[in-house]
């Protein structure tokens, strides 16, 4: 069974800070691994994702996630933090095929100007 | 990206009413689509995969008769909440996937409030 751990609740960095949000999985076959975030009351928007390819994955708003497969990692991280970057995010898991996302319990990043 | 577009946004009703969310990929076919629900500071709990013609697969501990799920076309999916208990409040959230692709587009979500 596949599963996501997202080990903290809650991440504050500073503007202009470099961010770090964790995640560890775990899954039978190849993973497919993503990064969304939410924003109060909206639903999930994409960041990125890591299928196969470079371990270091670049997407949306500045983010980047880079795969480490001997740790089953997917850590989420971005250079330098925005106050606008507070929001809730979800790393995901699935194997190959249209199979459902497992999510992680989600980490609430603050960003303090 | 792709968009997903749920109907509605809120909706609030009496105990024992019945109310339908659609949800639609507008500029993709989705041959599968998702329905999450999500409860304050929570993660999102995978109630049924819905495939495009066939019956839904709903999730261990999901009652299929109380959440009705329709995937009439490959642009619209719709769950009806049967019957609905102040205990079904809640933040219901659909995800539709293209054939071939790996990504997933939520949509905005459909925040639910029984009285």
């Known amino acids: 069974a596949q599963s996501v751990a997202q080990p903290e609740d809650q991440v504050n960095v500073a503007e202009g800070n470099p961010l770090t949000v964790k995640c560890t999985y775990s899954v039978s076959g190849n993973p497919y691994l993503f990064w969304y975030v939410q924003y109060p009351n909206r639903g999930l928007q994409f960041l990125l994702k890591y299928i196969t390819g470079d371990n270091l994955v670049k997407g949306s708003y500045g983010f980047e996630a880079e795969f480490n497969k001997s740790q089953t990692s997917f850590h989420l991280k971005k250079p330098s933090a925005l106050v606008s970057d507070s929001a809730l995010y979800f790393c995901?898991?699935?194997?190959?095929?249209?199979?459902?996302?497992?999510f992680g319990k989600g980490t609430r990043l603050s960003v303090i100007a | 990206g792709a968009v997903v577009s749920q109907h509605p946004s809120r909706v609030i009703c009496k105990s024992g009413t019945s109310v339908k969310i659609e949800c639609r990929s507008l500029?993709?076919?989705?041959?599968?689509m998702f329905w999450y629900r999500q409860f304050p500071k929570q993660s999102l709990m995978l109630m049924a995969t819905?495939?495009?013609?066939?019956?839904?697969?709903?999730e261990q501990g999901v009652e299929k008769d109380k959440f009705l799920i329709n995937h009439a076309s490959l642009t619209l999916s719709t769950l009806t909440v049967t019957s609905a208990h102040p205990e079904d409040s809640s933040f219901y959230i659909c995800?539709?996937?293209?054939?071939?692709?790996?990504?997933?587009?939520f949509g905005p979500g459909t925040r639910l409030l029984v009285l």
């Open positions: 500029d993709f076919q989705a041959t599968t």
């Open positions: 819905s495939n495009e013609g066939s019956k839904a697969t709903y």
């Open positions: 995800s539709a996937i293209a054939g071939g692709l790996e990504t997933q587009y």
């Open positions: 995901a898991v699935r194997d190959a095929g249209n199979t459902p996302l497992v």
